[in-house]
């Protein structure tokens, strides 16, 4: 039998504050009666809230509300400046990095193009990218309170080494994160690119509200993210999602090919191979993702209608057995070459998965903009980092 812990004078404040401090995240910017409303306080007792949250700096005061047949009433908000967090997205082509303050704006952003392909320099990369960053914002790296790095990857619980990504030689070093770590003087969090993006969508996408979703990535690679029960599910060794190595009817497998040469789904739908359907069809480009879009402006063409379910049925077969496996609520496309496709390829690809399987679930395309790996960072970093701050108002 649990003991009953009393509800201390402290305690209840410390609960107020906290309750207060979303109330003010979600809502913007609110009066000391709307605040105190609510959260169910009275104005005595939301003065001294207020009061108390602002001398600790989480709170500010924003201005005046006026305009109406009554007084004016003072605002308050969040304080962005309590707390930044930067979020990094890396592929071979370059990377990105953002800061923000702790309301979720962005003050500053950087680019570094052309990661090293040699080993040992990722720590001072990240470090590179991370202080230009903070330079656009007029901050100081030390005062950050944590850096969120999304990869193409994932990291080995055992060794920390950096797992599928050959693709990023100069990254698979061991303990990456610690070295990180070193070099920025700040706690880094390494994650999966396509899982933050998957937090991009649960928090600011088409999947709020759901518990249970995938995100699927198509661009030059492939890659899923798995929601279930409201949860990021990374598996064991961090490879869940890992949907490219799946094997399918009429791609190569792992036995004929050696593990790291292109197998499974992937052989038959990541960026390459996408471009080579369509240009099958007639349909040329620069990359995958321009030879769709020519083939989505014309689908009303029997050749672009064509081109775009050779494409869909092709990730539709990958795409069934996880929908009769794990029966998702919603399946989010995002990635260059399904966003390029947009709605065209979308209904293509619904359709043809709905007729492989009996979970029929509704696909939907991102909504979180083009950057969803920097915005799921960002999220991840700031929501740790609030839960923080907002439980340091909690007595010992």
């Known amino acids: 039998m649990s003991a009953h812990v009393p509800g201390t004078p402290q305690l209840l404040r410390a609960i107020n504050d906290q309750a207060a401090l979303r109330a003010l995240l979600e809502h913007g910017p609110l009066t000391r009666p709307e605040l105190g409303d609510l959260i169910g306080l009275s104005k005595p007792t939301a003065h001294q809230l207020l009061t108390r949250l602002r001398d600790s700096g989480l709170v500010v005061r924003e201005g005046r509300r006026g305009g109406g047949p009554g007084p004016t009433a003072e605002e308050y908000g969040i304080n962005p400046s309590a707390a930044h967090v930067c979020g990094?997205?890396?592929?071979?082509?370059?990377?990105?990095?953002?800061?923000?303050?702790?309301?979720?704006?962005?003050?500053?952003?950087?680019?570094?193009?052309?990661?090293?392909?040699?080993?040992?320099?990722?720590?001072?990369?990240?470090?590179?990218?991370?202080?230009?960053?903070?330079?656009?914002?007029?901050?100081?790296?030390?005062?950050?309170?944590?850096?969120?790095?999304?990869?193409?990857?994932?990291?080995?619980?055992?060794?920390?080494?950096?797992?599928?990504?050959?693709?990023?030689?100069?990254?698979?070093?061991?303990?990456?994160?610690?070295?990180?770590?070193?070099?920025?003087?700040?706690?880094?969090?390494?994650?999966?690119?396509?899982?933050?993006?998957?937090?991009?969508?649960?928090?600011?996408?088409v999947a709020r509200g759901h518990a249970d979703f995938v995100v699927l990535w198509a661009g030059a690679g492939l890659g899923m993210a798995l929601v279930l029960g409201g949860r990021l599910h990374r598996g064991a060794g961090g490879g869940a999602g890992e949907i490219g190595f799946m094997p399918v009817p009429g791609a190569p497998t792992a036995r004929e090919t050696g593990r790291f040469a292109p197998h499974g789904l992937q052989a038959l739908t990541a960026g390459a191979a996408v471009r080579t359907v369509l240009r099958s069809h007639g349909f040329r480009g620069t990359d995958a993702a321009s030879a769709v879009r020519a083939a989505a402006a014309r689908e009303h063409d029997p050749a672009g209608r064509d081109a775009l379910r050779d494409v869909a049925v092709r990730l539709a077969t990958g795409l069934a057995s996880v929908t009769a496996l794990l029966d998702p609520a919603l399946v989010v496309l995002t990635g260059d070459v399904l966003m390029a496709g947009g709605e065209a390829l979308r209904r293509h690809l619904e359709h043809e998965l709905h007729r492989l399987t009996i979970p029929r679930p509704p696909l939907r395309l991102s909504t979180v903009g083009p950057d969803p790996v920097l915005t799921g960072a960002v999220e991840h970093g700031l929501t740790l980092t609030r839960d923080e701050l907002f439980a340091s108002t909690v007595p010992p």
């Open 88 to 205: 990094l997205d890396i592929t071979p082509g370059r990377i990105e990095a953002v800061v923000a303050g702790l309301t979720g704006q962005t003050v500053g952003r950087f680019r570094l193009p052309s990661p090293s392909r040699a080993g040992g320099k990722a720590a001072a990369e990240v470090s590179t990218a991370v202080t230009g960053a903070c330079a656009a914002a007029g901050i100081d790296v030390r005062g950050l309170s944590r850096v969120v790095v999304g990869v193409q990857g994932v990291v080995e619980p055992g060794t920390g080494r950096l797992g599928y990504s050959r693709h990023l030689p100069g990254w698979r070093i061991p303990d990456l994160a610690d070295r990180l770590r070193a070099a920025l003087g700040t706690r880094v969090e390494i994650e999966n690119d396509v899982n933050l993006a998957a937090l991009a969508e649960a928090e600011h996408g």
